[in-house]
């Protein structure tokens, strides 16, 4: 009844409910509970639909029996060293557009005349606007006295500014990128792994399981290791310039 405080036992509503509406019932019941245990969290692995119980709230890694590594405070795969809201920021800015607006103010100027840009790639500094207006590249003068002439000004503290902000940016993501590529091949290490080790345990005098389960802890291993690299490139973005700490992350070769 509306306003009714009273919580309906299950036994009583499997015996008013019908069979589906029971079993749905019970998937809501079930979800519910999970989602208002902050000690419960559903594992976020695609297809799974298990929940992991943790010992204590907040971000810490914890493991599901599908062999998913997530963090308990955001429900992402497990993301060490970054903080949740690091690995927040980084993505909003992978997703952003504003690195492209960047490399637009970086690498290109605007017409004086129809203020398009453009971008010098080759040949000498005189420009010629689709427009018809033509100006020096580097100082936009557009006495054609000047074409030909050598032009030393320097470059706008922006764009300059802009195009290393830009560079910075693009050296961590490379590498985020090559490694996170690395990631899709995980479940083939996986399958190849387990069957080196079918093989061993199928040959004549074969080895125990105990003897060859390092094959599958070194996989794993591995795949955690590639996972923690990944994610420092991103977190070395985020540092304060502390050229001892940059230099160690940058001496990382793998």
Request: charged share 25%.
């Given at each position: 009844?509306?306003?009714?405080?009273?919580?309906?036992?299950?036994?009583?509503?499997?015996?008013?409910?019908?069979?589906?509406?029971?079993?749905?019932?019970?998937?809501?019941?079930?979800?519910?509970?999970?989602?208002?245990?902050?000690?419960?969290?559903?594992?976020?692995?695609?297809?799974?639909?298990?929940?992991?119980?943790?010992?204590?709230?907040?971000?810490?890694?914890?493991?599901?029996?599908?062999?998913?590594?997530?963090?308990?405070?955001?429900?992402?795969?497990?993301?060490?060293?970054?903080?949740?809201?690091?690995?927040?920021?980084?993505?909003?800015?992978?997703?952003?557009?504003?690195?492209?607006?960047?490399?637009?103010?970086?690498?290109?100027?605007?017409?004086?005349?129809?203020?398009?840009?453009?971008?010098?790639?080759?040949?000498?500094?005189?420009?010629?606007?689709?427009?018809?207006?033509?100006?020096?590249?580097?100082?936009?003068?557009?006495?054609?006295?000047?074409?030909?002439?050598?032009?030393?000004?320097?470059?706008?503290?922006?764009?300059?500014?802009?195009?290393?902000?830009?560079?910075?940016?693009?050296?961590?993501?490379?590498?985020?990128?090559?490694?996170?590529?690395?990631?899709?091949?995980?479940?083939?290490?996986?399958?190849?792994?387990?069957a080196k080790i079918e093989a061993k345990l199928g040959e004549d005098g074969g080895?125990?399981?105990?003897?060859?389960?390092?094959?599958?802890?070194?996989?794993?291993?591995?795949?955690?290791?590639?996972?923690?690299?990944?994610?420092?490139?991103?977190?070395?973005?985020?540092?304060?310039?502390?050229?001892?700490?940059?230099?160690?992350?940058?001496?990382?070769?793998?």
């Amino acid at each position: 009844a509306e306003k009714c405080a009273v919580a309906l036992e299950a036994s009583l509503v499997q015996g008013l409910a019908s069979a589906d509406d029971w079993a749905k019932f019970s998937r809501f019941s079930q979800a519910s509970f999970v989602n208002d245990n902050p000690f419960l969290k559903w594992c976020p692995a695609a297809g799974c639909g298990k929940a992991v119980k943790a010992s204590r709230t907040g971000a810490h890694e914890v493991s599901c029996s599908c062999g998913m590594i997530f963090c308990f405070g955001c429900s992402v795969e497990a993301h060490y060293p970054l903080s949740c809201a690091q690995l927040q920021a980084w993505d909003e800015k992978n997703k952003s557009d504003s690195e492209t607006a960047k490399y637009i103010k970086a690498n290109t100027k605007k017409c004086p005349k129809c203020q398009t840009p453009i971008e010098k790639n080759g040949g000498c500094n005189w420009i010629n606007c689709k427009c018809g207006h033509a100006f020096c590249y580097f100082c936009f003068n557009d006495d054609p006295g000047h074409h030909n002439q050598p032009c030393n000004r320097p470059p706008e503290k922006s764009a300059v500014q802009s195009k290393l902000e830009l560079e910075k940016y693009l050296h961590y993501f490379e590498r985020y990128e090559g490694h996170e590529k690395s990631q899709a091949f995980e479940g083939e290490l996986r399958a190849s792994t387990k069957a080196k080790i079918e093989a061993k345990l199928g040959e004549d005098g074969g080895q125990t399981y105990s003897e060859v389960v390092y094959l599958a802890e070194a996989c794993e291993q591995l795949i955690l290791c590639r996972r923690a690299l990944k994610n420092t490139y991103a977190y070395a973005y985020f540092l304060e310039d502390n050229t001892a700490a940059k230099a160690a992350l940058s001496a990382i070769r793998i």
